[in-house]
């Protein structure tokens, strides 16, 4: 875990879509794609052994993790057991990885993507330790999907082939991911992700113990820095809602402040109650049905923004930084 505080660096400002974002076209970024998935399906299943273990070799930061974290792979198995989960896993997902090589015939705009937010990352965060690889793959659709590592964003082709994928709407994978979370399964939130790894690389939530404000706050900063390395991505995408319920929460603010301050839930610690409000889930139950989850992450987001607002000379470095509780009382929020 690399936890790295930079200063900002001194560039010149340009509005970009009515936003103040800075020009970063100077800023060099050395990262290339590496794609696991294709080196993988190309193995001889009838012929596993030595290629399997070259292969492995071949993504030495990778490797070993996809075979004992992704696949889950046994250590304690023998050579033939492996090779034979290997080939299993190849056969049965073959389906999978020749819809992920059209969907993804060509992995350049999501490459640049990812480039242009580490050009943001750099720029508030000059002395962050920048992947040097974008790495991609596929694995089971029940586990992991998009990870970083120590030298590489990775992502899980698996969990972007579009929300409509029919795999999706299997029982045995909605077990893992039901169908609020697979409406973001889709190619253009590879960036979202991969930048939301990093933020919570650099910023590791460590709340558990603190109010339903506190937590508020903090998922509202991180989403605040979201939005700054990200300037061109959609909000709604940024947070996980769909368009329609962004739009709703903002037409709603009030309301939705209301059910805090109404319910004195600010100052609680009961993680039963603040689970329900900073927690990814299917609606808020005290809103509606069309309502998102995880509105009290959109609450602390609309606090950070009016902090900010108040405050603009404060560099995101310093945001981050903040304690929680000093940014709620000058935000002075009430919409």
Known sequence: MRLIIGLLLIVSIVSCNDKKVPDVSHIKIEISSKHFEKDLFALDTNQLGTPLHQLISKYPSFGGLFMSTILVADPRWSEDTVTAYVKNFISSYRPVYDTSQVVFKDFTPYENEIKKALQYLHYYFPQY????????????????????????????L??????????????????????YLTQRFEP?????????????????????????????????????MLNAILPDKEEYKLIGYTEKQ?????????????????????????????????????KTQELGDGSPGNIGSFAGWQIVKK????????????????????????????P
Not at 158 to 179: D, M
Not at 255 to 274: E, K, P, S, V
Not at 307 to 333: G, H, R, V, W
């Open 307 to 334: 902090y900010m607002a108040k405050n603009p000379a404060t560099t995101l470095p310093q945001l981050m930084a903040l304690d929680a509780e000093k940014i709620f009382s000058e935000a002075k929020y009430k």
């Open 188 to 224: 253009s939130y590879i960036s979202v992700n991969s930048m939301k790894n990093i933020v919570l690389d650099m910023y590791p939530e460590k709340n558990d113990d603190k109010s339903l404000v506190v937590q508020m706050v903090e998922k509202g900063k991180r989403l605040y």
């Open 129 to 156: 330790k920048l992947p040097h690889y974008i790495i991609t793959y596929i694995g089971p659709m029940d586990g992991y999907g998009d990870l970083i590592i120590d030298d590489a964003i990775v992502v899980g």
């Open 158 to 179: 698996h969990t972007h082939l579009g929300k409509n994928y029919s795999a999706y709407r299997s029982a045995w994978v909605q077990e893992t991911y039901p169908a």
């Open 246 to 282: 962004l739009k709703d929460c903002y037409a709603g603010e009030g309301q939705i402040w209301d059910l805090f301050i109404q319910n004195n839930l600010l100052q609680t610690l009961d993680n039963n109650i603040i689970k329900n409000y900073v927690s990814e889930g299917p």
